[in-house]
């Protein structure tokens, strides 16, 4: 089986006008089995009008719909935007549609967000960090209808500091922790390879992450483009592919019906 991205997003996120129609026929061509759309839905934000959740009895329609029009098959997947006020609405989602696969991401945080900048206020770089990786901490804890976490350390990418950089060091107790619960829970991490194409030049979670997953046991990842944009798909995959097995990871995983499902690098 061909592998294939395992996070990407259409016109239906509010920060993509990527077309579904682009991505079928150039997964035609690319000889696919199946394509995997992972949009946002995004429950931890106060704007609501700014990114309005999606509307999944219409979303599934329109991907049965298309998969017909196009003959792939569709696996619908989901990057849920976490926050622990809003856990119920979460679970009840998840509990309602029949989903493939679930990206469990933060993207705000403390009534903040990291686009536009308020999550960073009256915090230092240290202390943005380290706050971000306590609520990945704290997802990771307390939500298990997920399979993978995204972009674990993506928090770099944002915030008003000369330097962006972060050494895994200066937060491994933390990190540690977030890992031995994922593992724990028999849940994954995803590689991003957005980063690979945006100004930090690295993939998320950063190589020394990855290799502490694999020292502590871990073995569930999926590889992900975080594609915004019909060209962007698959992006950084051969990259990220060759990077695991220098690592000594030997498989990669795939989500159907929420169950993973381990394949050979
Ligand atoms: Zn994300
Ligand atoms: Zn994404």
Redesign the pocket.
Known sequence: MKYIDHHVHTRYSFDSEASIEEYLINGKKMDLEYIIFTD?QDFGTNEKNYVPLIDYDEYIHTMKKLEKRYQLPIKIGV?I?YEKEHKGEISNFLNKYPIDFV?A?I?YGDGGDFYEGSFFKEKNRKESYRRYFELILEMVENFQDYDVV??LD?ITRYGPFKERYYEYVEYKELIDIILKTIIKNNKGVELNTSGLRQGEKRIYPKIEVLKRYKELGGSVITIGS?AHFNQDYCAGYKEAKSLLKSLGYNKIYYFENRIGKAIDI
Do not use: A, P, R, V
Request: no cysteine.
């Open positions: 946002h990057e935007g990206i991401s993207h995204g972009h993506f975080d």
